[in-house]
């Protein structure tokens, strides 16, 4: 198993335990109406985490998809990744999901952003992490450009999304910009957990 720690998370693989506490923050009414409005769709908990565990799995890696463990609790709170797999080469997606109770709390989101990061531009030698997300995503916007990230819209789909009301909006991360910020950044420096 690997993954990152953080001063008040964990990120770690999953592991078939995590399926419950996953279901479980995907149910909460305040999650399920968030995604209805981003329109995404709902994916089965078990399917994802089996999934997570494949990538997990794979020689070599290109996905690191994370469950967030509250260090106070031990509770799976979020998960989280760094995606290469179908990325153009030296760039990764960034992707967060996090429980409804930690909505609003900015310092947890830029701390497990941060870490992942460090993480892709130290560990994993990405060049560029961008992270896709919609114009009416205001609390992702914040914390994008909170911690440096330039925003574009994606031309591709910005017409249709337009018409939906959800215009696409992506947000690049440089390596040498986020270097450029390295004493400035929110949260302890995470400390990289290698594998067995």
């Keep these: 198993m690997s993954g990152l720690e953080t001063r008040r998370f964990v990120l770690r693989d999953f592991e078939p335990a995590d399926v419950a506490a996953l279901a479980a923050y995907q149910a909460d009414p305040r999650f399920v109406s968030a995604r209805r409005k981003a329109g995404q769709a709902a994916g089965d908990p078990a399917e994802l985490v089996a999934l997570f565990r494949q990538w997990a799995a794979e020689n070599?890696?290109?996905?690191?998809?994370?469950?967030?463990?509250c260090r106070k609790t031990g509770r799976l709170v979020g998960c989280s990744g760094l995606r290469a797999a179908n990325c153009p080469q030296d760039s990764g997606e960034l992707g967060i999901e996090l429980s409804p109770d930690l909505w609003g709390r900015y310092g947890s989101a830029a701390e497990i952003a941060g870490a992942l990061l460090d993480f892709g531009f130290s560990e994993l030698g990405l060049v560029e992490i961008f992270g896709d997300t919609t114009a009416e995503n205001h609390q992702a916007a914040r914390l994008a450009s909170f911690l440096g990230a330039q925003p574009e819209t994606v031309e591709a789909?910005?017409?249709?999304?337009?018409?939906?009301g959800s215009a696409p909006v992506r947000w690049r991360f440089s390596h040498k910009a986020w270097r450029a910020r390295d004493g400035s950044r929110p949260g302890a420096r995470p400390k990289w957990m290698p594998g067995d």
């Design 60 to 69: 070599p890696r290109k996905n690191h998809q994370f469950a967030v463990i």
């Design 157 to 164: 789909a910005a017409k249709q999304g337009e018409e939906s």
